[in-house]
């Protein structure tokens, strides 16, 4: 009993933590590069950069090269640019002037990619005196410029994720616990069969994990989006959660073995949700990991507004791979206590 009990106020004090981990990740995301200027000639290149930029650059002039590098090591600035004297003349009389670039230590480098064209095309403009030329382009689905989703957002189906895991670990001891105990044979010596014992076990956990979720996104202000989609996430995360636990439960007859059989399983399930903490990393294989899908359903409702159909197919694999852990637990354990 020790062991069910810790596990389920572990649960519940987990939300409470993970909600302190929400508030303490960034708000707001930032879409302007403040940009560092040493120009050594009153140079026309900075006005032809704000050009170029598309408004997506702010430039903060220094009156020494040594002034602007320290700014770049201390963080205050991701890049900066040193105009040498006469570059206008020079690039004008067709001649190759140095101009210098300075970025932050561990810059990504499709920034210094994207910012090296941003330069060059400046470069252009000032050579030629005329635009340079601007290739037309489309946004295929949603366009989220001006609306990036903060860390903060972007980490709540991690949290939710992990709230249904820790679920499936209870859900698997309390099962092995009361076999190891005798506790699931003297209750089916009364009218219950094995049966109502599963269905009322899984009732009591589908409602406690819906607890869980609910407070850590009472905590976190984050029921929003529609009603319908998010409710039909949480439904079927819990019930992943259950099934899972029930199936993995009936595969050992010890608390130690219980911790093998769900310790993997438990990495494996938070890796699609964890990515969202790795800039850039996408991984085709998490998808076959099923809490992508549900990782995915949640981030669309909670940060997209997307609505049942829009989730449908995540929410049918989900629904599918319920059934399938379900019906495997209700198998093994039928067999066990047959």
Known sequence: MSVRNNLILLGMVAGILFSLIYY??????????????FDEDSSQFMSILSMTGAGGLEFKVYDSLEGMKEAIEKGDLIAGIHI???FDDDVSAGR???LSLYFLHGASEDMMDTFEFI??????????????????????????????????????PFYIILALVMEMWTISTLIVEENALGTLRAVLVTPASSSD?????????VVYSIFVVSVIMLLTQSIRGNFLALFACVMLGAMFAVSLGLFLGSLTKNITGSYVYVSVPLIILIIPAMLV?????????????????????????LNSGAAIAAIASDLFIIAVIDLVFFLLGIFSLRRRYS
Do not use: C, W
């Not at 303490?24 to 200027?37: G, H, N, R």
């Open 119 to 156: 330069i060059r095309s400046g470069i252009e403009f000032l050579a030629v005196g005329q635009e340079p030329s601007i290739t037309e382009y489309e946004v295929l689905g949603m366009d989220m410029a001006g609306r990036q989703v903060p860390l903060r957002e972007q980490s709540l």
């Open 96 to 98: 190759s002037p140095t």
């Open 197 to 205: 014992v599963i269905t009322a076990k899984s009732i009591i956990g």
């Open 84 to 86: 040498p004297d006469n």
């Open 24 to 37: 303490a990740l960034p708000s707001d995301v930032e879409e302007t590069y403040e940009i560092a200027i």
């Open 277 to 301: 903490f790795i800039p850039d990393v996408s991984l085709s294989i998490v998808k076959f990991i099923p809490t992508y899908y549900l990782a995915s359903a949640i981030g669309d409702v």
